[in-house]
């Protein structure tokens, strides 16, 4: 038994080791036992909402919330929904990372185009987005094109940020030793500053794609006909608690799905630094 | 061997303005000759303009007064073309997001060659530097003599007629010094390379150098030209040769009013 888990110190290791201490040892686990306290936070709420025949126009019962969310998948049209919104999303997104970016390097390295964007940029950037609904509503209606105007404005103002601060970061030392090797303007920019400028600008994609899904769900709460926005909304109207939660797991997903996916980026793009 | 192209730096002077707007005057009527396949040994206090003088020869900063030279060797007129040149810098300034082999390979990756060409250059450079294997690790991962090694392959990949060296070694502890500086006098003896070397080590300048340019503080002047005739190759037992410590007092000498200088000047702009 001894020097079989150098981990664990091997005085723990002497006192026993049946099938029982080993589960014990498990279930002490952090990630095994963050797990756990979940199931029995559901397994309470079932039982409590059931024992005390609480309306369910309050709090429906957890098996019934999933019994309304496999529903609405199969039968409701809750796919179209979330790929509704994913779109809208995604597809502002992608515009601000494109334009912002461009903008974030022309600002860095023109002084005059800094000058003259600094002072819109200081102006927008404080104001909550979400005020922007109705002016955008009166200049482009309801359908794709504001949709994609709201969530490419939540994300736009800290990538554009993010890329000045990143290139305005870049070691001087770098640059010097790139022209030294004969870069130009233009290869020094691709492939001395935008590089450099990555993590920085990256720590913007994270604050702006969690402000574009913000503004997509409410913008879509005030005047979707579809998407997770515009059922939540209408699930509230008519009292359909269960879906209003059934819809609130799937955003909470989709968040946690965003999140996740944005460490991996992260970690593929600062293998330099290990 | 093809005829070497001569530096010369004529009346090459720079002033610019600090942050507080104050002018600063780092270099005065700088005039020296770089003579093609030896090493000239830039020696100064720190802050005399040395690293500017460097940048300048590069091209990479212009003089306000003052121009330098080209001169090809065979019909003593102005080169046609500039030589090829390459800087080895103090603080390595590696690309940290590109591996080894990426690195070295950058300036040939901007020229547009060919991957597999590439990749057969930098191998060799990094051979050259004992560093072959390397080529998959990021800097980070490297001490800071293998990194400066690095840098050294990345400007000799580019197959300089200059080397511009930038005091390569004033980063690193005093025995990778050591070694380095005994490798670089081996492969400039063996390349035939013209070398200019900034340095503030007095032994580094004896050690590589043919000829010791003396600086003095800030406005950086030519305090003194000498010439190294130590016999070569060199290593560190040169430092036991007869006439190393002349040489080494003699530079000491003229540095050490300069330095003093330089010290002054820094407490009272403090």
């Known amino acids: ?57 309050y709090l429906p019962r ?7 969310l496999v529903t609405m998948f199969s039968s409701g049209g809750l796919l179209t929904d979330l790929l509704a919104t994913l779109g809208r999303i995604f597809g502002g997104f992608a515009v601000s990372l494109i334009v912002g970016t461009l903008l974030g390097i022309w600002m860095a390295t023109s002084e005059r185009v800094n000058a003259i964007a600094d002072n819109f940029i200081a102006a927008l950037y404080p104001l909550p987005k979400v005020t922007l609904i109705p002016l955008l509503i009166i200049w482009l209606g309801t359908g794709g094109p504001f949709m994609l105007a709201i969530s490419a404005l939540g994300a736009i103002f800290p990538i554009v940020i993010n890329t000045v601060l990143g290139i305005r970061q870049c070691d001087p030392g770098l640059i010097l030793a790139a022209r030294d090797l004969g870069a130009s303007n233009r290869q020094i920019i691709k492939m001395v500053l935008l590089p450099s400028a990555v993590p920085s600008i990256f720590a913007g994609v994270r604050l702006g794609l969690g402000v574009s899904i913000i503004l997509v769900v409410a913008a879509e709460m005030v005047v979707g006909k579809v998407g997770l926005g515009a059922r939540l909304y209408l699930a509230g109207q008519i009292l359909e608690t269960e879906q209003v939660f059934a819809v609130l797991i799937v955003l909470a997903i989709l968040g946690v799905v965003v999140t996740k996916a944005q460490d991996l980026v992260d970690i593929w793009l600062n293998q330099w630094r290990a | 061997m093809p005829a070497g192209t001569a530096i010369e730096c004529n009346g090459v002077s720079l002033t610019y303005s600090a942050k507080s707007g104050t002018p600063v005057e780092a270099l005065r009527r700088v005039s020296f000759r770089v003579t093609p396949r030896r090493v000239t040994a830039v020696i100064g206090p720190s802050g005399c303009g040395k690293s500017t003088l460097l940048l300048i020869i590069r091209g990479l900063l212009a003089p306000n007064a003052g121009q330098v030279l080209f001169i090809d060797e065979t019909t003593g007129n102005r080169a046609s073309t500039k030589p090829r040149m390459a800087t080895v810098w103090q603080g390595f300034n590696l690309f940290p997001w590109r591996t080894v082999g990426e690195n070295v390979g950058f300036g040939l990756e901007l020229g547009g060659m060919s991957r597999s060409e590439r990749a057969e250059r930098t191998r060799r450079s990094l051979a050259l530097v004992d560093l072959a294997g390397f080529e998959s690790k990021y800097p980070r991962q490297l001490s800071g003599g293998m990194r400066q090694r690095v840098g050294l392959a990345r400007a000799l990949v580019m197959e300089p007629e200059v080397l511009l060296l930038d005091e390569p070694f004033g980063a690193l502890d005093a025995q990778t010094r050591l070694i380095l500086q005994e490798q670089l006098a081996r492969l400039v003896e063996t390349s035939g390379t013209t070398a200019i070397l900034v340095t503030h080590s007095i032994e580094e300048a004896i050690l590589l150098a043919d000829t010791v340019v003396v600086m003095t503080a800030r406005p950086g002047r030519i305090a003194a030209e000498i010439r190294i005739d130590l016999p070569r190759p060199r290593s560190l037992a040169t430092t036991h040769v007869a006439g190393y410590s002349l040489l080494f007092d003699q530079i000491y000498g003229l540095l050490r009013d300069e330095v003093v200088k330089a010290m002054t000047t820094e407490m009272e702009s403090a």
């Open chain 1, 1 to 57: 038994m001894l020097g079989e888990r150098p981990s664990t110190p091997a005085i723990m290791e002497r006192s026993d080791s049946g099938p029982v201490r080993s589960f014990i040892q498990k279930i002490g686990e952090p990630r095994v036992l963050g797990w756990i306290a979940v199931a029995a936070v559901l397994i309470m709420w079932e039982i409590v909402v059931a024992a005390a025949h609480l309306n369910p126009i």
């Open chain 1, 62 to 68: 957890p098996t019934h919330i999933l019994a309304a």
